[in-house]
């Protein structure tokens, strides 16, 4: 697939993003379908895995070491998606993090709603405890939904008295359900995101649950204590707002937080890295952070 600018993707995701109106099981297979066309191929290990009871698979690159592990959760609205559909994102992070990655199937809304996926993270990350790996040797990652969800899961974290990870990936996150920020409308032209959509997800993953919990919205948590951060958000895209108010909410908890707002870009655009230099560029910066954490 040749390179494409930024406009061209948006145009074409935004050609592809499908409607509300299709059934569940069409739309997660064109979700599945769409992003499997910006796999590289890349040569990668993959090994199907009972993670406390969560189904998952380890995606490692040539150069992953067993002593050290990357817990991801993928996107998709909280009701779409799949670890398969990200191996091609858990690969780079494997190879630049030399660590291997542990892409969680996490159940799926509206089937499952909220806190189901939320206490499938914690189970996954207190096995991968169990299983004699440190919490210096894990990190937590997310895309869009899965930002939201390795956040909820370190809250999750304190709350039961685990340790915390030795670091934090959230990339396009989602913290809160209540979607307050003005660039759900300002940047609705920007993004292949869009406000209905969030509308969808707010109804259906909720399920009349309160949208200020803090494990629904993290952006309301007690986020003291967190491990170091990298909050990685898009400045063209609908969330880009509410991820700007969860960074605050990190300043002033006094988290070791980092906050990386990408020109131009649109939601989860870091999937994209095989076709979009600036999801290759996001890719390197999240991996180093990564490795830079990791014992």
Known sequence: MKEMTGPELLALLRSRKGSLRASREEGRREFSRL??????????????????????????????????????????????????????????????????????????????????????????????????????????????????????????????????????????????????????????????????RLGAIQKLYLAGHDPDDPLASPVRGDLRGLPPLLVQAGEAELLVDDVLALATALRQAKARARLSVWPGMFHSWQIYSLVLAPGREALREAGEFLAGHLA
Not at 71 to 99: I, K, P, V, Y
Not at 121 to 135: F, K, N, S, T, V
Not at 139 to 165: D, E
Request: aromatic share 8%; proline share 9%; net charge negative.
């Open 35 to 196: 992003y499997h066309e910006f796999d590289s191929g890349q040569p990668l290990r993959l090994e199907p895995v009972q993670a406390g009871g969560v189904p998952g698979l380890w995606i490692a690159a040539p150069e992953a070491r067993q002593d050290r592990a990357v817990l991801f959760f993928h996107g998709g609205g909280f009701m779409n998606g799949s670890a398969d559909d990200h191996g091609e994102l858990c690969g780079h992070l494997s190879r630049l993090t030399r660590a291997r990655v542990l892409s969680l199937n996490y159940r799926l809304a509206p089937e499952n709603p909220f806190p189901a996926a939320v206490e499938d993270g914690h189970a996954a990350y207190a096995w991968l405890i169990r299983q004699g790996l440190g919490p210096d040797n894990v990190a937590l990652a997310g895309i869009s939904a899965g930002g939201t969800l390795a956040l909820a899961t370190m809250l999750k974290a304190k709350q039961t008295g685990l340790p915390l990870p030795a670091a934090g990936l959230l990339m396009s996150p989602a913290p809160n359900m209540r979607f307050p920020g003005a660039s759900i409308k300002g940047n609705a032209a920007t993004d292949w995101l869009t406000p209905d």
